[in-house]
């Protein structure tokens, strides 16, 4: 998300490689951070998400369209060199995905019509 936004407010539509130490350095000290005051919590994985949501990315106004697209890229670049079907089989393996896995189901798979004969 924090490369995303760094996207959207650049000139040239690519941030400038400096930038990608400070966003990466950003990551890590606020995932140390939150996995340091929920460490026991059991919701820990619903704060951390509320913490990206809604605190980063609604309240930064960092698009969710820019967001998708490095996400793809993100997952391209693992694709790279290996079996897409493991990573498509780790996607569909990982709980905390269902409920995006299912609303993409939904809007591409057919619709299967029964026969009325």
Request: aromatic share 8%; proline share 4%; net charge negative.
């Amino acid at each position: 998300m924090l490369w995303a936004k760094k996207m959207s407010t650049s000139q040239s539509g690519e941030p400038q490689e400096q930038k990608v130490a400070e966003v990466e350095a950003k990551i890590n000290d606020d995932f140390a951070r939150w996995l340091e005051c929920w460490n026991r919590d059991p919701r820990k994985n619903e704060k951390i998400a509320f913490e990206l949501y809604q605190k980063t990315m609604i309240e930064k106004e960092i698009s969710k369209a820019i967001t998708a697209q490095v996400f793809a890229e993100h997952l391209e670049k693992r694709l790279n060199g290996s079996d897409p079907s493991t990573l498509k089989s780790e996607i569909q393996a990982a709980s905390s995905l269902q409920y995006l896995l299912d609303a993409i189901y939904h809007v591409t798979e057919p619709q299967v019509v029964p026969c009325d004969n």
